[in-house]
Every structure is written in structure tokens, then in C-alpha cells.
């Protein structure tokens, strides 16, 4: 069974753009969730989408949104980059609403903000 | 707010040591405890859980941990460690809210030959 792929591993992107990154989750996992992972604040929760619906959100700006298709694939962007957006963005499946807390992680995509 | 707290930023142990990663989180009802552990340019890897039953829970690579109500802690042990159990470890707490986890600040475990 293939992990969870996210897509870019890494990029650089100056301050004021925007980025989209790609999770593709286990086959038949409905729910994938984002963290931020930097140094200083350790892993973050950013949202969780199950089923396209955004179940879970965390203490992010606006300005980080995301998706989830109807093939459970799930993006997440970034508009006006920051440096301190600069991170590892984890994307994480599971199989469904009782599956609590046992998450497959990907292995990230490092975003790094000039 | 729900938290957890992990004493130690880092851990250096000589091979074939014993090593404890301490783990606190904020009292609830209902909680559920994790230790994922991540190595080197990976993701994280699920190492143990606790939902309910037993409160001692155990991996299959040797570590083990116990949950503690009236502590609230979720202290992971191992009784001899390896080289290859160099990693950073998380502790984690979900209250029962899907995939929500909250994480501890993380702790480096470096074992020296």
C-alpha cells in the first residue's frame, strides 16, 4: 500500500507570492490533515478535511485555506507569503472518523520564504 | 487550552542505557495519548498509543509507556536503547476531536556508541 505523497518535497518562493501544495492520502483514507512544523513552535494544526468538508481548523490566518476532492486528495495554499511561513508543511491521512489520533504522516514539503 | 509539555528539549544516552522522554498534558475527561517519533528528513511515525484499557502500552521495537491520570502524564521508557533509536520524539493528545492532534514541543534523543 503506498504512504501518503506530498508534492513539492521543497520550494523557495520570495515574500508576497503564493503557494499550493499536494497531499495524496493512503488509498481509502476519507480524512487528511495539515500541520506546520517549524523550530520555534514545534507541530501546528492547521485544518482537517473529511469526506471535502473542512471538520477542524487551527489558529492560522486567513491567508492559509484549503481542499479536499472528491477523490480525498487534499491542497492546501498559502497566499502573500511571509518569512515566517517558512516551514515544513505535514499533510497526514487516516482512515475515518474513528480512527482517532492514529495518523499517517507524509513525508513533507519544505517551504522555505526569501 | 490543551497542551502538552515535554520536559526535555533534548536526551543524550549512551548505548544500551535506559531512557525515559517525559511527556505532561493539561487534564481532560477524555483524552487520548501518543508518542510518534520522527527521523531525519521523514515524516512521523506512530511509535505506541493509548485510547483506553491497560494503561501500560508498548511498541514493538522496545519502548513502552504508561499512562497516568492523576499525573497526567504519558512518560515514554525503553530500557536499552540503540543507535538507530536516534530521532526526535512527540508526544501527542487528542480529545477525541479527529484529526486534531496536539503536539509537544519535541524531544531529541541522541544515543552516543
Known amino acids: 500500500k503506498a504512504g501518503v505523497t506530498q508534492t513539492p518535497r521543497y520550494l523557495i518562493k520570495t515574500r508576497g507570492q503564493q503557494v499550493t501544495l499536494s497531499c495524496s492520502p493512503i488509498?481509502?483514507?476519507?480524512?487528511v490533515s495539515w500541520y506546520q512544523q517549524t523550530p520555534g513552535q514545534g507541530l501546528q494544526f492547521l485544518f482537517e478535511?473529511?469526506?471535502?468538508?473542512?471538520?477542524n481548523k487551527g489558529n492560522f490566518p486567513g491567508r492559509f485555506s484549503g481542499r479536499q476532492f472528491s477523490n480525498s486528495r487534499s491542497e492546501m495554499n498559502v497566499s502573500t507569503l511571509e518569512l515566517g511561513d517558512s516551514a515544513l508543511y505535514l499533510c497526514?491521512?487516516?482512515?475515518?472518523?474513528?480512527?482517532?489520533?492514529?495518523?499517517?504522516f507524509g513525508e513533507g514539503s519544505r517551504l522555505t520564504v526569501l | 487550552a490543551q497542551s502538552v509539555t515535554q520536559l526535555d528539549s533534548q536526551v543524550p544516552v549512551f548505548e544500551e542505557a535506559p531512557v525515559e522522554l517525559r511527556c505532561n498534558y493539561s487534564?481532560?475527561?477524555?483524552?487520548?495519548l501518543f508518542w510518534y517519533v520522527q527521523y531525519p528528513n521523514q515524516g512521523l511515525q506512530l511509535l505506541l498509543k493509548?485510547?483506553?484499557?491497560?494503561?501500560l502500552v508498548k511498541s514493538i521495537n522496545g519502548f513502552e509507556a504508561e499512562f497516568n491520570k492523576s499525573q497526567t502524564s504519558f512518560h515514554l521508557r525503553k530500557p536499552s536503547v540503540h543507535i538507530s533509536d536516534t530521532a526526535e520524539y512527540f508526544c501527542?493528545?487528542?480529545?477525541?476531536?479527529?484529526?486534531?492532534?496536539?503536539f509537544g514541543q519535541g524531544t531529541e534523543l541522541s544515543v552516543k556508541p
Open positions: 478535511y473529511f469526506s471535502e468538508t473542512q471538520r
Open positions: 487534564s481532560s475527561v477524555s483524552v487520548y
Open positions: 497526514a491521512s487516516s482512515s475515518g472518523r474513528l480512527a482517532v489520533g492514529e495518523l499517517f
Open positions: 501527542a493528545v487528542t480529545y477525541n476531536q479527529g484529526g486534531k492532534l496536539i
Open positions: 493509548y485510547l483506553s484499557g491497560s494503561t
Open positions: 488509498s481509502g483514507h476519507r480524512s
